[in-house]
């Protein structure tokens, strides 16, 4: 059968189309398959409609073999998600899975089992590619095949059963011993416990199109069900609950952990329960989440309280609990140390060095009650132990190192060296590392020297999008491509199916890119592999490219790309002037003469862009002028050009204080949905008019206005961010900083807009940019100020954890304010998806540095405390422990506004930590 007439039965419809295979033997059914499975490849796919392409799953289901059937039904527009199953009837425009089901019963074939097997593995209970469960169970039952025990059916399973409210399932587990059999199976099933609590609420709609929701009966419940078939003995309790309990010390999301819990305590498991099962309740005490392992040692410290647990497992079991950062966890184990002295006083020593694990608690206050605990127990300790505990009490907060001693008295001194230690001065920039500079000067840029390390940035480049690799990549091909087209094609040959380059439309004159979404670097890796390309003269290039680079910072690449693609082809070749020599996108002044002079002997004239970049990149310090007159030395036009540049300095790229209106979800423009309010972000100002191409680009960005014309600042004449989330130039933060690698304050205020987001999930390029900013040049201000404290504030761990490295950066290298930076961090504390408890920790994190860290962190602190004790968010407890510690540290003096007002609000904690900042600040 060929493809049209195919095709024309196909345009019947799905019955024809089975009324058609169904007298064909098999034979006849297979010299049919290679025609449908040519309609069933994606480049083909566009000659069918929608409906054809579900009609084309009839076909497939009546020709096909086991193993390509299953991978075009996986694939198949069938109608499967839109409520029509394997007992379902057709809809007009799509084909449901019970014809595709009987077109496959037909065939009566001896591969049914196999062919179920198969389509269990590819079941989806929710998204758009997948088999649904009723198709693999209508199959299965009329085969007469066993349950398949593979992840994708058992979890489809669990799904199906939550979607039917009016099922009965303590009855359907009754009445099918298999299923019953698989429980153990299913609960080892990731996520399944929230698929399981699907089953606790229906959602239902009225006839006029109202919803409401019903909750179902406790025993139709996944819990309620399985505790009563345990009851009637139709269900092994212990199976199950060990089941259970191994789910559990698995872990999972917090959904799947509260689905399988419930599980858990529907079956009331009792002290013998907890003896049988130690390890798995001791595992969960020590790694389960925080609410299983408060269940565990529920049960653990009733286990021992009944005599069914002997004492030194139960010392394990509190070392493992005190050993989390759980505060309640820590308190409840403290309360069972005392009762467990009272019980075996013998083992006053072991039970003391027990409750000496919380003194390396993350919270003050868990080693307050620690300390409360050990003042109780020392008395009775022997002097080896009252040694290991002061050992132990090493990392207790300086502001409780007075209560130490009263508890656990004075440390001896030790004894005077007999030997005279020689001189050092240690390096305070990095403690245990190489001093600052070198390190610096460790994070240069290879440069490219060869056609091998051409290909190896190259490679580099595709894998990982890394700008800098980008960058190295153009000065090969400046170097190379010009002079040896056809060793750089031949050399780049191997990379040419990640760069795209067979399915590349060919283009028989000039450079140019089709409509692919790789980026200016990678197209023009591809056009140098291209041969038999004409020249293209320099000021023509968009027109004969027929593509204009768009505006931001892509733009700036592109732009460039497009200049020396020109010289390329004019084959024209010479040393890049704006290739990096630091990871920051900065150029040593010695690099950028030594290149000049280059293309001063060759007797050409390097591109404007490229030397406009070269201007960006440069740090002009106090020495500018020796600069500027080696450049005129030089005398070319360019470094006459460059000389001018440097005489006037970098241009001037303003950022200010701004806001910008937010929605509780961002990517939703619904114009009546109500928003969170103005978030405090940072206006980059447009520089003013000095050579200005590729400024314009770099400084500015182009967003959305409010009335749905552009605003051509970023971001404070803008009124939403709802629009920002997909801008591609701001997903590239790392090459927004290496094309203005001396204006760190605009890159950093750029950063701003991609830590704005709710759920505040990590962004790609903020992680590598952060850190750089200490490194970079130009002033901080508001901007840098504003990133550290979103990044800090971020749920994401790997952004916060760059928000301490920049600090931490910032710390050696100096530039920053901390009072200004506080002050600007201090209006984010009012701001309601910013957290300060996170924010506290972040900061904390940074100050582990060393003492310039904590200083800076202590001005930080200091400038934030004011905004935020006026702001009463919850979490401010965190930073005033914080500041108590650092203004131990630092030998702080002064006061903070606000502070007393706190401190006489009575005998809460917050108010405690309040007074004791208080003392600090003012003491002798």
């Known amino acids: 059968m060929t493809e049209d007439e195919l095709c024309e039965l196909l345009s019947r419809g799905a019955t024809e189309v089975r009324r058609f295979l169904a007298p064909l033997d098999e034979p006849a059914r297979r010299a049919i398959a290679p025609a449908v499975a040519e309609l069933t490849r994606p480049s083909r796919s566009e000659r069918l409609g929608y409906t054809l392409r579900g009609v084309l799953a009839v076909a497939q289901a009546g020709t096909l073999p086991a193993a390509a059937l299953t991978d075009s039904l996986r694939r198949s527009d069938t109608g499967w998600h839109d409520g029509v199953g394997a007992t379902g009837g057709p809809r007009e425009t799509q084909i449901g899975g019970w014809l595709v089901v009987a077109t496959i019963l037909d065939r009566r074939p001896p591969w049914l089992p196999d062919l179920v097997e198969r389509l269990a593995e590819q079941v989806a209970w929710g998204g758009f590619e997948g088999i649904p469960v009723d198709v693999v169970e209508a199959l299965r039952c009329a085969g007469g095949s066993p349950r398949p025990t593979c992840a994708p059916y058992l979890t489809g399973v669990v799904a199906h059963i939550g979607r039917c409210p009016d099922l009965d399932l303590p009855q359907l587990l009754r009445d099918d011993e298999e299923l019953r059999g698989l429980l153990p199976a299913i609960l080892a099933t990731n996520d399944v416990g929230t698929l399981m609590g699907h089953r606790n609420t229906f959602h239902e709609r009225d006839e006029h199109g109202t919803y409401s929701t019903r909750t179902a009966p406790p025993e139709q419940t996944w819990p309620g069900a399985l505790a009563l078939l345990s009851a009637e003995g139709t269900i092994d309790r212990d199976h199950l609950l060990a089941a259970a309990l191994d789910a559990l010390v698995r872990g999972g999301t917090r959904g799947h952990v509260g689905g399988v819990l419930g599980i858990h305590e529907a079956l009331h498991p009792t002290t013998e329960d907890a003896v049988r099962h130690l390890r798995s309740y001791v595992g969960l005490v020590a790694d389960g989440p925080g609410t299983t392992a408060g269940v565990a040692l529920r049960l653990l410290r009733e286990a021992h309280d009944a005599g069914e647990m002997d004492m030194d497992t139960a010392l394990d079991v509190a070392r493992a609990a005190l050993s989390r950062p759980e505060k309640g966890l820590a308190t409840a184990t403290l309360t069972w140390l005392h009762r467990l002295n009272r019980s075996a006083p013998d083992r006053v020593n072991e039970v003391a060095l027990a409750a000496a694990v919380a003194l390396q608690h993350e919270r003050r206050d868990v080693q307050e009650k620690a300390l409360d605990a050990l003042a109780k127990l020392v008395p009775r300790c022997d002097l080896g132990t009252v040694a290991q505990l002061r050992e132990a009490a090493g990392d207790v907060a300086p502001v409780l190192q007075q209560r130490v001693t009263q508890v656990l008295g004075a440390p001896d001194k030790p004894p005077a060296p007999d030997l005279v230690m020689p001189d050092l001065v240690p390096d305070p920039s990095t403690p245990g590392g190489l001093p600052f500079d070198v390190a610096v000067e460790a994070d240069l840029l ?100 027929g593509w204009v680079p768009p505006g931001g910072i892509d733009g700036c690449t592109g732009v460039r790309v497009l200049e020396l693609a020109a010289l390329i082809h004019g084959s024209v070749s010479g040393p890049l002037l704006s290739t990096p020599t630091r990871v920051t996108g900065a150029i040593d002044p010695g690099a950028a003469l030594d290149r000049l002079r280059a293309w001063s002997q060759i007797g050409a004239n390097p591109g404007p862009l490229d030397l406009q970049q070269l201007w960006l990149r440069l740090p002009l310090s106090a020495d500018r002028d020796a600069l500027a007159q080696d450049l005129r030395a030089i005398g070319s036009p360019a470094s006459q050009w460059l000389a001018g540049a440097v005489d006037y300095g970098q241009p001037d790229i303003e950022v200010v204080p701004a806001t910008v209106r937010l929605r509780q979800h961002p990517w939703r423009t619904h114009p009546g949905e109500s928003g969170l309010g103005d978030a405090p972000v940072a206006d980059v100002l447009p520089p003013p008019v000095v050579n200005p191409h590729l400024i314009e680009r770099a400084g500015t960005v182009t967003v959305w206005s409010r009335s749905g014309g552009h605003a051509t600042t970023l971001p404070g004449r803008v009124a939403d961010a709802g ?202």
Request: no cysteine.
């Open 723 to 924: 629009h920002y989330w997909e801008r591609e130039d701001l997903a590239r933060p790392l090459e927004l900083l290496l094309t203005l690698p001396q204006h760190r304050d605009a890159v950093a205020a750029h950063l701003v807009i991609r830590l704005l987001e709710t759920t505040a999930v990590g962004v790609p390029g903020v992680t590598q940019t952060l850190p750089l900013l200490p490194l970079a040049g130009g002033p901080t201000g508001i901007g840098t100020a504003l990133a550290i404290g979103w990044a800090a504030a971020a749920g994401n761990a790997e952004v916060a954890t760059a928000s301490a490295d920049a600090l931490r950066g910032f710390a050696r290298a100096g530039g920053l304010d901390g009072a200004a930076a506080g002050l600007s961090i201090g209006e984010l504390l009012a701001w309601p998806t910013v957290s300060p408890m996170r924010v506290a920790r972040t900061l904390t994190e940074a100050s582990r540095a060393n003492p310039a860290a904590q200083r800076l962190v202590w001005d930080i602190v200091a400038a934030a405390l004011p905004a935020a004790i006026v702001s009463g968010r919850r979490g401010l407890l965190d930073l005033l422990v914080l500041a108590v510690d650092l203004a131990l540290s630092t030998g702080a003096r002064g006061s903070v506004k606000g502070l007393s007002g706190v401190a006489s609000g009575g005998r809460t904690r917050l108010a405690t930590e309040a007074r004791r900042l208080e003392e600090v600040l003012n003491r002798a």
């Open 446 to 545: 290879a440069p490219v020297m060869d056609l091998r390390d051409l290909v190896e940035a190259a490679a580099e480049h595709v894998e990982t999008r890394d700008p800098r690799a980008g960058e190295r990549v153009l000065d090969g091909l400046s170097r190379h491509a010009a002079a040896d087209p056809e060793g750089v094609r031949k050399a780049l040959w191997p990379l040419r199916r990640r760069l795209g380059y067979e399915s590349a439309p060919r283009r028989p004159a000039g450079f140019g890119w089709d409509s692919s979404e790789r980026g200016p670097v990678e197209r023009l890796l591809r056009d140098v592999m291209t041969p038999g390309g004409a020249p293209v003269q320099e000021n023509d290039a968009v027109g004969v490219m």
